[in-house]
């Protein structure tokens, strides 16, 4: 049987692995924010429901947490519609 481990170590020690987010990652993340808090706020939701009937305001909240979610979206997708429309402008 053939060993791979001499291998496996020369794959590792060529990609240098930096931990850190680069700032253009940072960026996309507080760009991405509000949509992920929005999701994050719908999963919440969903998951109080699990494993029993939903009440009229667990179907709400599920509701407005949807909501959110489009708008975020929407606000997303237009924001990254006009800086694609400015950028080929210049």
Same mark, same amino acid.
């Given at each position: $049987?053939? &060993?791979i481990?001499a291998?496996?170590?020369a794959?590792?020690?060529?990609?240098?692995?930096?931990?850190?987010?680069?700032?253009?990652? =940072? !960026?996309?993340i507080?760009?991405?924010m509000?949509?992920?808090?929005? !999701?994050?706020?719908?999963? !919440?939701?969903?998951? $109080?429901?699990?494993?029993?009937?939903?009440?009229? =305001?667990?179907?709400? #909240?599920?509701? #407005?947490?949807?909501?959110?979610?489009?708008?975020?979206?929407?606000?997303?997708?237009?924001?990254?519609?006009?800086? &694609?429309?400015?950028?080929?402008?210049?």
């Amino acid at each position: $049987m053939k &060993s791979i481990a001499a291998l496996q170590a020369a794959v590792t020690a060529a990609a240098p692995f930096d931990a850190e987010p680069s700032d253009a990652e =940072l !960026d996309a993340i507080e760009t991405e924010m509000p949509l992920i808090l929005a !999701d994050v706020a719908l999963l !919440d939701a969903q998951i $109080m429901t699990i494993g029993r009937t939903p009440t009229e =305001l667990d179907q709400r #909240r599920i509701r #407005r947490a949807r909501r959110r979610v489009l708008a975020a979206r929407r606000e997303l997708a237009n924001r990254s519609a006009v800086v &694609s429309l400015s950028a080929g402008v210049a």
